[in-house]
């Protein structure tokens, strides 16, 4: 292709994806600054009824674990 073509598609391609990613972008922090504050709620409900800190972060890890073993081999 010509080189001017070529400087064109990618100028176009890289203004498309610009003004889309900023919305998905935004969303992706707000669900993760929501499930953050869930999970800490949670994890003050947690402690309330099971006071042993190291067995209930010992599951934590476990759990989070097994998930990251699931997306890295599906």
Known sequence: M???LMDHFDA???NHWS???WLI???FIVAASLSLSA????QV?????YPSE???VSFYCLFGSIQSALVTFS
Do not use: H, R
């Open 2 to 4: 010509d080189e001017q």
């Open 12 to 14: 176009e391609l890289c």
């Open 19 to 21: 003004s889309n990613n």
């Open 25 to 27: 972008g935004a969303l």
């Open 39 to 42: 999970k800490i709620v949670g």
């Open 45 to 49: 409900v947690v402690l309330k009824g």
């Open 54 to 56: 190291i067995t209930l």
